[in-house]
């Protein structure tokens, strides 16, 4: 099983990169864009993306009470992946075709709207944690020592 | 000295976030590999023309599954983050093999999802054609998917186990399940007719029949004296627009389903390609080469394969929605098949040629 997967990514491996050095091979602007999209990923997640996460998760975790922890880890997660999203929509500084019936949402309302609702979902899940452990006797309600992304 | 003490980076959590990255990578993949192979057939390829929904489907599943990866492949990555600081940098050989590996795997993946989501949004930030970029790095991608699920199977195996409850861990698991949801359900509307509204982030409109490419992008300009040729050898047949009128008519409802992912149902009208094909003494199922107004571009011709020209639903369209076709939707007639990718759905047809 294991050589067998590990065969056929090899195979798939060289077929990809055959086909990206015929890419490649053919203009050089296309091979540095190409390669600067490929870098560039795994450069500004490690660099920038996952210690902004983590400082931030670290953060709401001191700041907030017990009980906000999760919901609203949850949502700030949310509203990061819905402006991932979003921002190709927003965002066009080489300008996009006009084509009918595409791309022509008012995506800023949108996002807004998408956002607002998760947050609204937060916010009662929050009050409900909270209301749920003003019920519980007080031996029950402790919680686990915070973690830097316990959500 | 860095400390990661949440249970996030615990590897059951990794393996549960992998599973998931996994299947999306592999349905994009092979979703992605279907769409190739019937823009550009090898000889033993054959693309079915039922059900007319087929293509839809999958390239539905294309988009919506690389979407889906976006929050994964987020989340893995972070679960996963420690490892970046494991100190010494390189143990052997190997170690360095595998770490190398990962940062090709990471690069591929980030290179694949950033690439399709703003192709989707026909936001060109680079200058190179896309789909063949996409397409070698998707293989690329899916290779050393394979080769890390090859490395890591022990790893996965002893994970996957059934785990002891951790409140902590189920959290993390939670919202990345609650964030792939949500970033579904933002965009899926573009080919689910029944999240239209709902998916507020979907690069197609609520309401209009969406046109990838207006016949002024295009340079159309219609001749006063247009004409369609069938052509099958030095047999050359001519219609005009009134004699393709007077040929016996036929509705079909079928979706135009993009290669970005969206699709629209539409009630077409026309002659069906078949009886046209019939009515210049040529039987049904041969391959046919349309050729379009527009003198250059990728797209200005198509082969229509012979599953597709048999097929009786396959239309030599002249109306939408019972009104003429306007410019934009390939006035003064197209092909609209089913199944088949939306570029490959000829407009401004001038001539079909027997192959």
């Known amino acids: 099983m294991r050589a067998a997967l590990f065969t056929l990514g090899l195979a798939a491996l060289a077929w990809g990169a055959y086909l990206a050095w015929d890419f490649a091979h053919a203009s050089f602007r296309d091979a540095w864009q190409g390669a600067a999209f490929f870098i560039g990923g795994p450069l500004v997640h490690d660099a920038v993306v996952a210690p902004v996460v983590g400082g931030a998760a670290y953060l709401l975790t001191r700041l907030l009470p017990p009980t906000w922890h999760a919901p609203v880890k949850a949502a700030a997660t949310c509203t990061a992946v819905l402006a991932i999203l979003a921002v190709p929509l927003i965002w066009h500084p080489f300008g996009v075709p006009t084509n009918p019936g595409l791309h022509d949402r008012d995506y800023w309302a949108g996002l807004g709207i998408a956002v607002a609702v998760v947050w609204v979902a937060a916010a009662v899940v929050g009050l409900v944690n909270g209301w749920r452990r003003s019920e519980q006797p007080p031996n029950q309600s402790k919680q686990r020592a915070p973690t830097e992304m316990g959500s | ?355």
Not at chain 2, 9 to 33: N, Q
Not at chain 2, 88 to 93: D, F, I, N, Q, T
Not at chain 2, 288 to 305: A, D, I, Q, W
């Open chain 2, 1 to 355: 000295m860095t400390r990661f003490a949440s249970p996030a980076h615990d590897e059951r959590v990794t393996s549960r976030v992998g599973r998931w990255l996994g299947i999306a990578f592999a349905v994009c993949f092979l979703t992605g590999l279907l769409s190739h192979g019937i823009q550009h057939p090898p000889s033993w390829f054959t693309w079915p023309s039922s059900p007319v929904w087929l293509y839809r489907v999958t390239q539905g599943l294309h988009v919506i599954s690389g979407i889906a990866a976006i929050p994964l492949l987020l989340a893995k990555l972070w679960s996963v983050y420690p490892k970046l600081f494991e100190r010494p940098l390189v143990r052997s050989a190997l170690h360095a093999l595998e770490r190398g590996s990962i940062l090709v795997l990471s690069g591929a993946a980030f290179f694949e999802l950033i690439t399709g989501l703003f192709n989707v949004a026909q936001n060109y930030l680079w200058g190179f054609y896309f789909p063949t970029a996409h397409y070698a790095v998707a293989w690329i991608a899916i290779g050393s998917v394979l080769v890390h699920v090859a490395v890591k199977l022990p790893v996965i195996r002893r994970a996957l186990a059934p785990p002891g409850v951790d409140a902590d861990r189920r959290r993390f698991l939670r919202t990345t399940w609650l964030a792939t949801g949500v970033a579904v359900v933002a965009t899926a509307g573009v080919t689910v007719p029944l999240l239209r509204r709902v998916s507020v982030l979907a690069w197609r409109s609520t309401v209009d029949l969406p046109v990838n490419r207006t016949a002024a992008a295009a340079a159309i300009e219609v001749p006063a004296d247009w004409h369609l040729e069938v052509v099958d050898g030095e047999d050359v047949h001519r219609f005009t627009l009134d004699q393709l009128n007077a040929l016996p008519q036929a509705t079909e409802e079928l979706p135009i389903a993009c290669v970005e992912g969206w699709s629209a149902s539409a009630v077409w009208g026309g002659v069906r390609v078949a009886e046209l094909l019939r009515q210049c003494g040529i039987a049904p199922g041969v391959d046919v080469r349309v050729s379009s107004l527009e003198k250059s571009g990728l797209y200005s011709t198509s082969t229509l394969p012979g599953t597709h020209t048999g097929d009786r639903r396959t239309l030599l369209a002249l109306r939408v929605a019972d009104q003429p076709l306007t410019p934009d939707h390939g006035y003064p007639c197209r092909v609209i098949a089913p199944t088949r990718p939306g570029v490959l759905q000829t407009k401004w047809v001038t001539r079909l040629e027997v192959l």
